[in-house]
């Protein structure tokens, strides 16, 4: 295996407040938002990069427009779709009443504002029923299951986050019947009529991990904006060094990094579990995931994508907070559990003797951390020919045996490039 160095594109705002705050002001909520009127403020499960910056920037326009702001947990079914959970899990992103300055109001409550031509009932969280107006702020990005104008962003929050587990559920049955392209644009429809929508504030980060756009939308322009936001979004998309991986070795994996706990679009899959296809940019014959991230709190959705795993990780799952999510989601494969070892070397021997005819030492693998910091990772030698052709990757020192511990376990990602500094 050697290093490899990826340089993506790196758009980045440094000053997250003042965009946050400045993107605000354009919009002159002020001539919509009364002295005393509360104020509804999303706040989603992903791992969104300065998420609790961003709403507090929030809060403290609303504020100084006089209003009274709240945040509500906008999410289906994480946080084992309780109140309390989805409140601990926002907390967990630093979103709490003291560090925001205003209440949290959690609950899985829902109202059905109306019903969609489809027949679909439109639930709305309860507590953002009953507020003057409501703020959606929400990351906008590709989907991991489904393809359309409109993927991750705006809509879905007003869809699944602010529909909650009630709502969650009765969109994702109804994808089995309507396209999803379908439910967004009559779901949104009633949302935006019905539900005193205030403005939206789309966040698209770069491959870094990074918030590189904010942008305060007006309701009249949510599908436009996030139709364009969602270009933009796709273009900044990580990648994988190479297209086609024998083997994908992913140290971790989390509803943080991403919904199906690895991000589809960077590893393929996003169409069939265990297969790409030909609308996949990415083509790993065998996954194999090491951990679960402490910030997905045991929710394993995603490890079902993958055919290998180890004892340690099957140990960190919450078998409740998967299922509720992985039905939720109508995916209850996503939950399912790969074949289970004891160490990282018994795994990887196994997977690379189900990846066909190929010899050892030509299987193309590619090692990892997960799929949001994909800058370092390792490859096999068999990818240095692709490696070479691409002009934003950088190869680091020589290859070396896999680096396993005493315990035949590999070391992580962040682990090895650590020790390489």
């Not at 354009?26 to 300065?50: F, H, P």
């Not at 906008?140 to 809509?155: D, M, N, Y």
């Amino acid at each position: 295996m050697v290093r490899v160095h990826q340089t993506f594109e790196s758009v980045r705002i440094d000053d997250i407040r003042a965009a946050t705050l400045r993107e605000l002001e354009r919009l002159d909520l002020g001539r919509k938002v009364k002295r005393g009127e509360t104020v509804a403020i999303t706040v989603g499960s992903r791992g969104i990069a300065n998420i609790a910056t961003i709403t507090k920037g929030i809060v403290d326009h609303i504020k100084t427009l006089g209003g009274v702001p709240f945040i509500v947990p906008a999410m289906g079914s994480h946080g084992g779709a309780t109140a309390e959970g989805q409140r601990d899990l926002i907390a967990g992103y630093g979103v709490t009443a003291e560090a925001m300055g205003c209440e949290v109001r959690s609950s899985m409550d829902t109202v059905v504002v109306d019903t969609t031509p489809q027949g679909i009932p439109v639930h709305f969280d309860r507590n953002a029923s009953e507020a003057d107006h409501v703020v959606v702020a929400g990351r906008v990005k590709p989907h991991t299951g489904f393809v359309g104008e409109i993927e991750s962003g705006l809509h879905k929050m007003m869809l699944i986050g602010l529909g909650k587990h009630r709502g969650a559920c009765i969109y994702h049955k109804a994808i089995k019947d309507f396209s999803f392209g379908e439910i967004i644009h009559a779901v949104a429809d009633v949302v935006l009529r019905k539900c005193r929508v205030l403005a939206g504030l789309a966040i698209i980060e770069n491959a870094s991990d990074e918030t590189a756009l904010i942008e305060a939308v007006a309701p009249a322009d949510f599908f436009e904006r996030e139709r364009a936001l969602l270009k933009q979004a796709r273009a900044w998309l990580p990648r994988l060094p190479v297209a086609d991986v024998d083997l994908l070795i992913v140290d971790e994996i989390g509803k943080n990094i991403s919904g199906t706990g690895m991000d589809t679009n960077v590893v393929g899959r996003k169409y069939n579990d265990h297969a790409a296809t030909e609308l996949d940019d990415a083509r790993c014959r065998r996954i194999y995931i090491r951990s679960l991230t402490e910030a997905t709190h045991g929710n394993a959705c995603g490890l079902g994508l993958a055919e290998f795993t180890n004892r340690r990780t099957v140990e960190q799952v919450d078998h409740a907070y998967t299922k509720v999510n992985c039905i939720t989601a109508g995916h209850p494969t996503a939950g399912m559990i790969p074949l289970v070892y004891e160490t990282d070397q018994e795994a990887i021997s196994d997977a690379l003797q189900t990846i066909g005819l190929t010899a050892l030492e030509d299987a193309r693998v590619v090692h990892i951390q997960n799929t949001l910091q994909l800058h370092d990772v390792y490859v096999s030698e068999a990818c240095l020919p692709d490696v070479r052709k691409a002009s934003h990757i950088r190869v680091e020192g020589e290859p070396a045996a896999m680096a396993f511990d005493a315990d035949a376990n590999l070391r992580s990602v962040r682990e090895q490039c650590g020790e390489a500094h």
